[in-house]
Protein backbone atom coordinates (compact mmCIF):
# COMPACT_ATOMS: atom_id res chain seq x y z
CA UNK A 1 0.00 0.00 0.00
CA UNK A 2 1.56 3.30 -0.75
CA UNK A 3 0.61 5.75 1.12
CA UNK A 4 -2.90 6.93 3.60
CA UNK A 5 -6.20 7.57 2.24
CA UNK A 6 -9.39 8.02 2.96
CA UNK A 7 -12.06 5.21 1.97
CA UNK A 8 -15.69 6.15 2.10
CA UNK A 9 -18.78 3.64 1.79
CA UNK A 10 -21.56 6.09 0.72
CA UNK A 11 -24.72 4.88 0.91
CA UNK A 12 -28.34 6.42 0.27
CA UNK A 13 -28.99 7.14 4.00
CA UNK A 14 -26.07 6.32 5.96
CA UNK A 15 -22.32 7.34 5.35
CA UNK A 16 -19.16 5.07 6.97
CA UNK A 17 -15.38 6.98 6.42
CA UNK A 18 -12.46 4.88 7.22
CA UNK A 19 -8.77 6.16 7.23
CA UNK A 20 -6.65 3.65 5.83
CA UNK A 21 -3.10 3.52 7.03
CA UNK A 22 -0.01 3.32 4.96
CA UNK A 23 -0.01 -0.44 5.45
CA UNK A 24 -3.59 -1.08 4.98
CA UNK A 25 -4.65 -0.86 8.42
CA UNK A 26 -7.32 1.43 9.88
CA UNK A 27 -6.44 3.90 11.89
CA UNK A 28 -9.92 5.43 12.26
CA UNK A 29 -13.57 4.92 11.31
CA UNK A 30 -16.59 6.83 11.74
CA UNK A 31 -20.53 6.58 10.80
CA UNK A 32 -23.01 9.33 9.86
CA UNK A 33 -26.28 9.85 8.65
CA UNK A 34 -24.83 12.35 5.39
CA UNK A 35 -26.07 9.65 2.73
CA UNK A 36 -26.51 10.69 -0.43
CA UNK A 37 -30.13 11.81 0.00
CA UNK A 38 -29.29 14.16 2.71
CA UNK A 39 -26.30 15.63 1.11
CA UNK A 40 -27.95 16.22 -2.19
CA UNK A 41 -26.31 16.55 -5.73
CA UNK A 42 -24.96 20.26 -4.84
CA UNK A 43 -22.84 18.82 -1.45
CA UNK A 44 -20.88 16.71 -2.18
CA UNK A 45 -17.50 18.68 -2.76
CA UNK A 46 -18.10 20.58 0.56
CA UNK A 47 -18.85 17.35 1.88
CA UNK A 48 -15.83 15.97 0.78
CA UNK A 49 -13.84 18.81 2.14
CA UNK A 50 -15.38 19.19 5.75
CA UNK A 51 -14.07 14.97 6.02
CA UNK A 52 -10.80 15.95 4.78
CA UNK A 53 -10.86 18.83 7.12
CA UNK A 54 -11.52 16.18 10.19
CA UNK A 55 -9.23 13.39 8.88
CA UNK A 56 -6.48 14.73 7.34
CA UNK A 57 -6.25 15.81 3.66
CA UNK A 58 -5.94 12.83 2.21
CA UNK A 59 -6.39 11.22 -1.51
CA UNK A 60 -10.24 9.79 -0.92
CA UNK A 61 -11.76 6.71 -2.57
CA UNK A 62 -15.32 6.16 -2.61
CA UNK A 63 -17.83 3.42 -3.36
CA UNK A 64 -22.05 3.24 -3.29
CA UNK A 65 -24.69 5.17 -4.00
CA UNK A 66 -22.50 8.21 -3.99
CA UNK A 67 -21.91 7.24 -7.66
CA UNK A 68 -25.21 6.57 -8.81
CA UNK A 69 -27.66 9.34 -10.95
CA UNK A 70 -28.26 10.38 -7.37
CA UNK A 71 -25.26 11.09 -6.18
CA UNK A 72 -21.62 13.29 -6.68
CA UNK A 73 -21.17 12.01 -10.64
CA UNK A 74 -22.40 8.81 -12.16
CA UNK A 75 -19.62 6.31 -12.15
CA UNK A 76 -21.81 3.81 -14.67
CA UNK A 77 -21.38 -0.13 -14.33
CA UNK A 78 -18.98 -2.37 -15.04
CA UNK A 79 -20.96 -5.49 -16.41
CA UNK A 80 -20.61 -9.24 -14.90
CA UNK A 81 -18.51 -11.19 -15.21
CA UNK A 82 -16.23 -8.63 -13.48
CA UNK A 83 -13.17 -9.25 -11.03
CA UNK A 84 -11.80 -6.34 -8.56
CA UNK A 85 -9.10 -5.64 -11.53
CA UNK A 86 -12.53 -4.63 -13.41
CA UNK A 87 -13.31 -2.08 -10.88
CA UNK A 88 -10.11 -0.56 -10.45
CA UNK A 89 -9.72 0.04 -14.14
CA UNK A 90 -13.27 2.07 -14.66
CA UNK A 91 -12.79 4.62 -11.42
CA UNK A 92 -14.49 7.67 -12.05
CA UNK A 93 -11.96 10.31 -11.33
CA UNK A 94 -13.35 13.24 -9.64
CA UNK A 95 -10.14 14.95 -9.20
CA UNK A 96 -7.33 12.81 -10.95
CA UNK A 97 -5.13 11.19 -8.64
CA UNK A 98 -6.93 12.59 -5.44
CA UNK A 99 -10.55 11.82 -5.39
CA UNK A 100 -12.13 8.98 -7.35
CA UNK A 101 -15.81 7.39 -7.30
CA UNK A 102 -15.73 3.17 -7.67
CA UNK A 103 -18.43 1.88 -10.73
CA UNK A 104 -21.24 -0.24 -9.58
CA UNK A 105 -22.11 -3.17 -11.38
CA UNK A 106 -24.74 -4.85 -14.16
CA UNK A 107 -26.09 -8.11 -15.07
CA UNK A 108 -28.18 -8.59 -17.86
CA UNK A 109 -29.73 -11.80 -18.63
CA UNK A 110 -32.16 -14.56 -17.85
CA UNK A 111 -34.42 -12.29 -19.13
CA UNK A 112 -33.95 -9.59 -16.36
CA UNK A 113 -31.79 -6.75 -15.63
CA UNK A 114 -29.87 -5.74 -12.52
CA UNK A 115 -27.32 -3.42 -10.85
CA UNK A 116 -25.81 -2.74 -7.67
CA UNK A 117 -23.45 -0.21 -6.13
CA UNK A 118 -21.33 -0.63 -3.06
CA UNK A 119 -21.91 -4.24 -2.50
CA UNK A 120 -19.56 -5.03 -5.39
CA UNK A 121 -16.31 -3.75 -3.23
CA UNK A 122 -17.70 -5.77 0.05
CA UNK A 123 -18.02 -8.90 -2.22
CA UNK A 124 -15.06 -9.11 -4.73
CA UNK A 125 -12.88 -7.69 -1.73
CA UNK A 126 -13.63 -10.55 0.74
CA UNK A 127 -13.27 -13.06 -2.20
CA UNK A 128 -10.04 -11.23 -2.50
CA UNK A 129 -8.74 -11.45 0.97
CA UNK A 130 -9.59 -14.73 1.10
CA UNK A 131 -12.57 -14.00 3.94
CA UNK A 132 -14.86 -16.37 1.21
CA UNK A 133 -13.39 -18.90 -1.54
CA UNK A 134 -13.07 -18.09 -4.74
CA UNK A 135 -16.27 -19.55 -5.77
CA UNK A 136 -19.33 -19.48 -3.96
CA UNK A 137 -23.08 -17.87 -3.00
CA UNK A 138 -22.14 -14.47 -1.76
CA UNK A 139 -24.97 -12.66 0.02
CA UNK A 140 -25.39 -9.22 1.90
CA UNK A 141 -29.00 -8.56 3.35
CA UNK A 142 -30.24 -5.43 4.20
CA UNK A 143 -32.32 -2.66 2.74
CA UNK A 144 -32.11 -4.39 -1.10
CA UNK A 145 -30.74 -8.15 -0.15
CA UNK A 146 -27.78 -8.98 -3.16
CA UNK A 147 -27.87 -12.27 -3.71
CA UNK A 148 -23.88 -13.14 -6.07
CA UNK A 149 -22.93 -15.87 -7.98
CA UNK A 150 -18.67 -16.02 -7.64
CA UNK A 151 -16.27 -18.07 -9.88
CA UNK A 152 -13.11 -17.96 -9.67
CA UNK A 153 -12.92 -14.81 -8.04
CA UNK A 154 -15.42 -12.89 -10.47
CA UNK A 155 -18.75 -12.07 -9.73
CA UNK A 156 -20.64 -13.88 -12.97
CA UNK A 157 -24.67 -13.00 -12.09
CA UNK A 158 -26.22 -11.21 -8.89
CA UNK A 159 -29.89 -10.88 -8.09
CA UNK A 160 -31.27 -7.69 -6.00
CA UNK A 161 -34.23 -8.63 -3.75
CA UNK A 162 -35.91 -5.50 -2.03
CA UNK A 163 -36.74 -7.80 1.45
CA UNK A 164 -35.37 -5.31 3.74
CA UNK A 165 -37.46 -2.34 2.24
CA UNK A 166 -40.44 -4.64 1.94
CA UNK A 167 -40.43 -4.49 6.27
CA UNK A 168 -40.32 -1.09 6.14
CA UNK A 169 -43.04 -0.33 4.16
CA UNK A 170 -44.99 -2.65 5.87
CA UNK A 171 -43.84 -1.58 9.29
CA UNK A 172 -44.75 2.48 8.69
CA UNK A 173 -47.10 2.17 5.81
CA UNK A 174 -49.39 -0.59 5.71
CA UNK A 175 -52.37 -2.62 7.31
CA UNK A 176 -49.43 -4.05 9.42
CA UNK A 177 -48.16 -0.35 10.43
CA UNK A 178 -50.00 -0.84 13.77
CA UNK A 179 -48.65 -4.23 14.32
CA UNK A 180 -45.26 -4.06 13.11
CA UNK A 181 -43.72 -2.11 16.36
CA UNK A 182 -40.42 -3.13 16.93
CA UNK A 183 -37.45 -4.65 15.40
CA UNK A 184 -37.59 -8.86 14.49
CA UNK A 185 -35.63 -11.38 16.58
CA UNK A 186 -34.61 -14.77 15.85
CA UNK A 187 -37.39 -16.48 18.24
CA UNK A 188 -40.18 -19.24 17.90
CA UNK A 189 -42.26 -16.33 15.64
CA UNK A 190 -39.23 -15.26 13.18
CA UNK A 191 -39.11 -19.18 12.42
CA UNK A 192 -42.96 -20.09 12.03
CA UNK A 193 -42.55 -17.29 9.53
CA UNK A 194 -39.57 -19.14 7.56
CA UNK A 195 -41.54 -22.24 7.55
CA UNK A 196 -44.91 -20.73 6.41
CA UNK A 197 -42.96 -19.19 3.70
CA UNK A 198 -42.37 -22.75 1.87
CA UNK A 199 -45.68 -22.37 0.54
CA UNK A 200 -45.77 -19.68 -2.27
CA UNK A 201 -48.31 -17.39 -1.22
CA UNK A 202 -46.36 -14.61 0.47
CA UNK A 203 -49.11 -11.71 -0.25
CA UNK A 204 -51.98 -13.93 1.22
CA UNK A 205 -49.32 -14.75 4.22
CA UNK A 206 -48.63 -11.28 4.98
CA UNK A 207 -52.22 -10.29 5.31
CA UNK A 208 -52.07 -13.03 7.62
CA UNK A 209 -50.16 -11.39 9.81
CA UNK A 210 -53.16 -8.95 10.44
CA UNK A 211 -55.74 -11.95 10.71
CA UNK A 212 -53.55 -14.18 12.84
CA UNK A 213 -53.81 -11.40 15.44
CA UNK A 214 -56.99 -10.34 14.95
CA UNK A 215 -58.63 -13.96 15.86
CA UNK A 216 -56.18 -14.32 18.88
CA UNK A 217 -53.90 -17.05 16.73
CA UNK A 218 -50.39 -15.03 17.46
CA UNK A 219 -49.78 -12.39 19.91
CA UNK A 220 -49.03 -8.65 18.58
CA UNK A 221 -45.74 -9.02 20.60
CA UNK A 222 -44.76 -11.57 17.64
CA UNK A 223 -46.13 -9.55 14.60
CA UNK A 224 -42.48 -8.38 13.51
CA UNK A 225 -40.93 -11.21 14.04
CA UNK A 226 -43.50 -13.38 12.10
CA UNK A 227 -43.32 -11.09 9.24
CA UNK A 228 -39.74 -10.96 8.64
CA UNK A 229 -39.66 -14.87 9.13
CA UNK A 230 -41.93 -14.48 6.08
CA UNK A 231 -40.07 -11.76 3.68
CA UNK A 232 -36.59 -13.63 4.77
CA UNK A 233 -37.76 -17.27 4.23
CA UNK A 234 -38.88 -16.24 0.60
CA UNK A 235 -36.14 -14.49 0.05
CA UNK A 236 -33.77 -17.26 0.65
CA UNK A 237 -36.10 -20.20 -0.30
CA UNK A 238 -35.77 -18.61 -3.97
CA UNK A 239 -31.88 -17.98 -3.85
CA UNK A 240 -30.18 -20.16 -1.51
CA UNK A 241 -32.43 -23.32 -0.30
CA UNK A 242 -30.02 -26.63 0.13
CA UNK A 243 -26.90 -23.90 -0.24
CA UNK A 244 -23.73 -23.09 2.15
CA UNK A 245 -23.83 -19.32 1.46
CA UNK A 246 -21.53 -16.38 2.69
CA UNK A 247 -23.30 -13.70 4.28
CA UNK A 248 -22.01 -10.11 4.32
CA UNK A 249 -23.48 -8.91 7.43
CA UNK A 250 -23.75 -7.77 10.68
CA UNK A 251 -24.17 -10.08 13.66
CA UNK A 252 -28.57 -9.75 14.46
CA UNK A 253 -29.41 -9.40 10.80
CA UNK A 254 -27.04 -12.59 9.68
CA UNK A 255 -28.34 -14.89 12.38
CA UNK A 256 -31.53 -14.44 10.94
CA UNK A 257 -30.49 -14.93 7.06
CA UNK A 258 -28.57 -17.97 8.70
CA UNK A 259 -31.47 -19.48 10.57
CA UNK A 260 -33.52 -19.48 7.71
CA UNK A 261 -30.68 -20.97 5.76
CA UNK A 262 -30.92 -24.19 8.05
CA UNK A 263 -34.45 -23.97 8.15
CA UNK A 264 -34.04 -25.13 4.59
CA UNK A 265 -31.36 -27.67 4.58
CA UNK A 266 -28.22 -25.26 4.15
CA UNK A 267 -25.65 -23.99 6.45
CA UNK A 268 -24.48 -20.20 6.37
CA UNK A 269 -21.57 -18.46 7.06
CA UNK A 270 -21.22 -15.05 8.49
CA UNK A 271 -18.27 -13.12 7.16
CA UNK A 272 -17.25 -9.28 8.30
CA UNK A 273 -18.76 -7.18 5.81
CA UNK A 274 -17.01 -4.18 7.18
CA UNK A 275 -14.04 -6.00 6.88
CA UNK A 276 -14.50 -6.52 3.76
CA UNK A 277 -15.18 -3.27 2.55
CA UNK A 278 -11.82 -2.14 3.55
CA UNK A 279 -9.92 -5.13 2.49
CA UNK A 280 -11.56 -3.97 -0.98
CA UNK A 281 -11.26 -0.98 -1.29
CA UNK A 282 -7.44 -1.27 0.08
CA UNK A 283 -7.28 -3.76 -3.14
CA UNK A 284 -8.71 -0.99 -5.42
CA UNK A 285 -6.33 1.69 -4.62
CA UNK A 286 -3.39 -0.48 -4.70
CA UNK A 287 -4.11 -1.14 -7.96
CA UNK A 288 -4.36 2.23 -9.11
CA UNK A 289 -1.37 3.03 -7.36
Not at 56 to 85: F, H, K, N, Q, T
Amino acid sequence: MKGRFLAVDWGTTNRRVFVIGEYGTVEHTERDDHGVVKVGREGFVQEAAAIRRRLGDLPMLCAGMVGSDRGWVDAGYVPCPARIEDLAAALRWIEPGRTAIVPGLSFEGDDRADTMRGEEVQFLGAVAAGQVPSTALLAQPGTHCKWAHVADGAITRFTTAITGEMFALLKDHSLLAGQIDRAAEDDAAFLAGVERARSPNLLAHLFGVRADVLLGRRSREESASYASGLLIGADVAAHAAGASPFILAGPELGRLYARAVAAFGGEATIVDSHAAFVNGVRLIWDLVQ
